[in-house]
Nanobody
Framework: QVQLVESGGGLVQAGGSLRLSCRAS????????AAWYRQAPGRQRELVAT???????TYVDSVKGRFTISRDGAKNTVYLQMDSLIPEDTAVYYC???????????????WGQGTQVTVSL
């Protein structure tokens, strides 16, 4: 009954920017913490950034100063602003969020469908 729908991926040249969005839809009562992961070809899935329900953020060292995670609680949406992109950022990006549904006394984690980000030279 809950879905995370991602958008904003695409093909950009090195040095360019993209803004990824992850919107929770369905029976969303409360969105707790959220995160962005990525998986590049031949590599393990990597945690890129996290944001708490109160707006506190963390980043993997390789994207610090270039990526910014944010959230809009009223819209149940999480964003990832990606600046100064480099080819090493090429990957499928997945959002993850902990969500409580109305009438339920617990929360569950949900995953977005993934969006491709390709950075060319």
């Amino acid at each position: 009954q809950v879905q995370l729908v991602e958008s904003g991926g695409g093909l950009v040249q090195a040095g360019g920017s993209l803004r990824l969005s992850c919107r929770a839809s369905g029976n969303v009562y409360l969105m707790n913490g959220a995160a962005w992961y990525r998986q590049a070809p031949g590599r393990q899935r990597e945690l890129v950034a996290t944001i708490s329900r109160f707006g506190r953020t963390t980043y993997v060292d390789s994207v610090k100063g270039r990526f910014t995670i944010s959230r809009d609680g009223a819209k149940n949406t999480v964003y990832l602003q990606m600046d100064s992109l480099i080819p090493e950022d090429t990957a499928v990006y997945y959002c993850n969020a902990d969500i409580m549904q109305e009438s339920l006394g617990f929360s569950d984690q949900y995953w977005g469908q993934g969006t491709q980000v390709t950075v060319s030279l």
